[in-house]
């Protein structure tokens, strides 16, 4: 069982940065893969990034690519999402997600997901 919690969306203006954090408690998190989800209001959920506890790879999607970053805090279990170059396109709601086994960009397969925090981006 993993349990996942996003925290740090909320307000900014077309070009600002905003961090977001997901922070996940479980056995055998070395194991898992990480992944940011996004959902704009009658939109499908979107792939935005992904990373691996172990090792370095990280992989975005192509609306995000140059501006989004993907990190981790292993001692924190504790993954970011740095958001820069903010666009209005960029508001949804956020979704952490974990998995066993290699990332994908389907939320088909994610098995631990958190109740997502709102990113709102005026113009």
């Known amino acids: 069982q993993v349990q996942v919690t996003e925290s740090g969306g909320g307000l900014v203006q077309t070009g600002g940065s905003l961090r977001l954090s997901c922070a996940a408690s479980?056995?055998?998190?070395?194991?898992?893969?990480m992944a940011w989800f996004r959902q704009a209001p009658g939109k499908e959920r979107e792939f935005v990034g992904g990373i691996y506890w172990s090792g370095s790879i990280t992989y975005y999607g192509d609306s995000v690519k140059g501006r989004f970053t993907i990190s981790r805090d292993n001692v924190k279990n504790t993954v970011y999402l740095q958001m820069t170059s903010l666009k209005p396109e960029d508001t949804a709601v956020y979704y952490c997600?974990?998995?066993?086994?290699?990332?994908?960009?389907?939320?088909?397969?994610?098995?631990?997901w958190g109740r997502g925090t709102q990113v709102t981006v005026s113009s």
């Open positions: 479980g056995r055998a998190l070395s194991s898992y893969a």
């Open positions: 997600a974990t998995k066993s086994g290699l990332i994908t960009y389907s939320k088909t397969g994610y098995d631990y």
